[in-house]
């Protein structure tokens, strides 16, 4: 078993905390609209990143940077409670270094695709939702192997290792209105993970 769900790791309380680390996040690293290598078509998906590293994707290419795409600030710490989650869960003896901040609204869709820009796949991939339950699809490591579907809740959190660290996935929709947290809607998932071998 290499994909770990933990229904609800974060109670409505925890959930709070961390919508308000994150508003110290955005204040610091706004959101920003990424594109398509080669054809600069935006994602649906807005995002912002924390840690030293972050994740950005424009008409050049996917990479991970230190700065902002935008403003050319760092990137700003990753909030405590999630570098506490991660030590608690991911079982490897490093911390993230990127903590990926995406934010769907109602007609967000993400294609199914591998992550496989990090320089290492040893450790996992570290997923918390937070807001709207969205409508999340596993497949195996090929793109023509069975899929399944489950749906991601508020507060849950699942760990993506061993095998699965490399399976195609994405989100098919999100289920508007199905949380309060958030005070506009919309769901927000956030990625810890190790970039850099270890
Ligand atoms: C999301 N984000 O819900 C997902 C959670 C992304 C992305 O897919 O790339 O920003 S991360 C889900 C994930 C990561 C690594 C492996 C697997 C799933 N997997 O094997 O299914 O916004
Ligand atoms: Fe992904």
Request: hydrophobic share 35%; aromatic share 8%.
């Amino acid at each position: 078993m290499t994909v770990q769900i933990l229904p609800e790791r974060f109670k409505t309380e925890d959930q709070r905390a961390l919508v308000a680390d994150l508003g110290a996040v955005l204040e610091r690293a706004p959101l920003f609209v990424p594109r398509m290598p080669r054809s600069g078509k935006p994602f649906s998906v807005r995002m912002t990143n924390c840690g030293p590293l972050g994740w950005v994707s424009d008409i050049d290419g996917y990479r991970y940077q230190p700065h902002h795409p935008e403003t050319g600030a760092p990137w700003p710490e990753i909030p405590q409670r999630l570098l506490d989650l991660w030590h608690e869960v991911a079982g490897v003896p490093v911390g993230p270094e990127a903590c990926l901040v995406n934010l769907y609204g109602p007609g967000t869709k993400l294609g199914l695709h591998q992550d496989r820009d990090e320089r290492t796949f040893e450790a996992p991939v570290v997923s918390v939702s937070l807001g709207d339950t969205a409508v999340f699809r596993i497949g195996g490591t090929t793109r023509k192997a069975a899929t399944r579907s489950m749906r991601l809740a508020s507060g849950d959190v699942i760990v993506f290792g061993g095998d699965d660290r490399l399976a195609y996935h994405g989100i098919d929709r999100i289920l508007s209105g199905s949380s309060s947290l958030l005070p506009e809607g919309g769901r927000i998932n956030l990625t810890l993970r190790r970039v850099t071998p270890f």
